[in-house]
């Protein structure tokens, strides 16, 4: 096996999927307290008329399981001492922009929220695991949506900036690895959650927010978080010599393949790859705006314009390293239409994969995807890369003897991991495997427990009962074994 030395093992949550706690200390709600799910078409806020505006209305039948999720907020300790326990040098998890700036537009920081993560990053040190922090990950908060219409609305940028420059200025010394918005490329499948995009002045339909954003508010808010990537990018670099910023994008659409060889399937192919990663990735991580976006503008009906100096800007500040998720590949057939899903796109099932994952979530298993993706994007950017993302949800219990077995689970990252490692020796400058919900959380896509990709489970069910108990699974052991030998037992 040829994992470098330094290889960053480890694993990923995120601030809404794991802490709770949603309104304590100050935080105010951010988009995704007000979603059971953020594939959900039906978001918790309501159209005033009076005040024509949108406010947050929960759906009394829903369970929000994001607002306690795993309380993480209150046993990150413990956490990560277990997280030690399977031999992590690494840990990502993200920054709950809300308890930061509860509104987002606040002049002064919420002092608690900065203790919170001050010790959460102090713990991390201590344990010797190197913090890999998320700026936002579908974090923004609900106010910023409401009042300003999210990141459309150019504002956004300032408010962002004061956010960032608060963290950078506060965790210099305890943080060294920095993302900015999480898997941002997903901005038009999910544009109220990965775009925090709402029409805020006279919807076409105020009881269908998310149906209601139109076009040119989606390429605003691209236009918008362009800007504010590179301005984060350029800032983390003044305030530290030391900060590596990187940008996190959903990556399983690189490994979309044609269903078959003819020629409009090669090309619809390319499309939705330009499409669903490389429209945003490229100006990140090359500084440039594609071309074929101003086509794309003409049949959308918008009007984007980027000016010279923002083009300078965009050029001079691209990113430090490319961290990316990975579940699944797809095929591409014109025929049939693409589906979307937290995993990344589906159309027809590919016939040469031997794997799925067992119902009800069934995506395809494609290990040798990931060197496929790994190599693309090497090859596109020769910047390192680092998998942030790569796991498996499998509805899980315990068995009579109080013991999880997760088979698939272990099978699933052994062969992932044995194709990263294929991927190193084809020339690929990856630095670390971050496993995805290496304790369970709360689903994102489906806004559930029941969805578990732990090595750790958590006593919680879908109706929200359960008494937090931490229990470790069979995959635990295996990991550490990995780790242990840096990989030199898969
Ligand atoms: C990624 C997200 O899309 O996929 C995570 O960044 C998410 O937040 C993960 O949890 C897995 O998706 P899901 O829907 O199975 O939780």
């Known amino acids: 096996m040829s994992f470098p030395k330094d290889f960053l093992w480890g694993g990923a949550i995120a601030a809404n999927q794991y802490e709770g706690a949603w309104l304590e200390d100050g935080k105010q ?54 997280m030690k326990g399977m031999g992590f040098n690494s840990f990502r998890t993200s920054i709950a922009w809300g308890r930061i700036f509860p509104n987002g537009d606040e002049l002064e920081p919420n002092e608690a929220g900065l203790a919170y993560y001050d010790d959460m990053f102090a713990c991390m040190n201590e344990l010797g695991m190197e913090p890999v922090i998320t700026l ?30 608060t963290v ?25 959650v990965a775009g925090g995009v709402l029409t805020i002045k006279d919807p076409k339909d105020p009881s269908d927010p998310i149906g209601s954003t139109t076009k040119q508010d989606q390429w605003d808010a691209y236009h918008n978080i362009l800007v504010a990537n590179a301005k984060t990018v350029q800032l983390g670099h003044e305030i530290s010599e030391d900060y590596q910023i990187g940008c996190m994008m959903t990556a399983s659409s690189v490994a979309t393949y044609p269903y078959n060889c003819d020629p409009l399937n090669v090309v619809g192919t390319l499309d939705a790859q330009r499409m669903n990663i490389f429209f945003m990735a490229d100006p990140f991580c090359l500084g440039i705006v594609p071309t074929y976006l101003k086509k794309v503008w003409k049949e959308d009906q918008v009007n984007v314009e980027f000016s010279d100096e923002e083009l300078k800007l965009i050029k ?18 014109r025929d049939v239409n693409l ?22 979530w069934g995506w395809a298993v494609d290990p040798v995807g990931l060197r496929y993706t790994l190599n693309v994007l090497y090859d596109r950017y020769h910047l390192p890369l680092l998998i942030v ?50 304790i369970d959380v709360v689903s994102a896509g489906t806004g559930e427990m029941k969805k578990r990709y732990g090595f750790v489970y958590v ?20 990991y550490k074994e990995i780790i242990e030998s840096n990989g030199e037992v898969l």
């Open 339 to 360: 589906k979307v899903d937290t995993g990344g796109l589906t159309c027809r099932d590919n016939p040469y994969l031997k794997d799925k994952a067992p119902q009800p």
């Open 136 to 165: 936002s990950h579908y974090e923004t908060p609900l106010h910023l949506i409401t009042e300003y219409g999210g990141w459309s609305n150019p504002q956004l940028i300032d408010f962002w900036l004061r956010y960032v420059k």
């Open 168 to 192: 950078f200025t506060r965790y210099k010394g305890k943080v060294k690895f920095w993302l900015t918005f999480n898997e941002v490329n997903a901005l038009f499948r999910m544009p109220l």
């Open 459 to 478: 006593d919680r069910f879908n109706d929200g009962h359960g008494t937090l108990e931490r229990k470790l699974k069979d995959s635990y052991y295996r």
């Open 29 to 82: 709600p951010n988009v995704t307290d007000v979603l059971v799910g953020i594939m959900s078409k039906d978001p918790g806020i309501q159209w005033n008329e009076d005040k024509k505006k949108y406010e947050m209305k929960l759906n009394s039948d829903k369970v929000y399981l994001s607002h306690d999720a795993v309380d993480g907020y209150h046993r990150y300790r413990e956490d990560l001492k277990l």
């Open 389 to 438: 993302e790569n796991g498996v949800g499998l509805d899980e219990n315990i068995d009579e003897k109080g013991e999880i077995h997760d088979d698939f689970r272990v099978h699933y990252i052994e062969e992932h991991l044995k194709n990263v490692n294929d991927a190193i020796e084809d020339g690929v400058d990856c630095r670390g495997y971050l496993y995805w919900g290496p």
């Open 316 to 333: 001079e500040n691209t990113v430090d390293f490319l961290s990316f998720s990975y579940y699944r590949s797809t095929t591409f057939d």
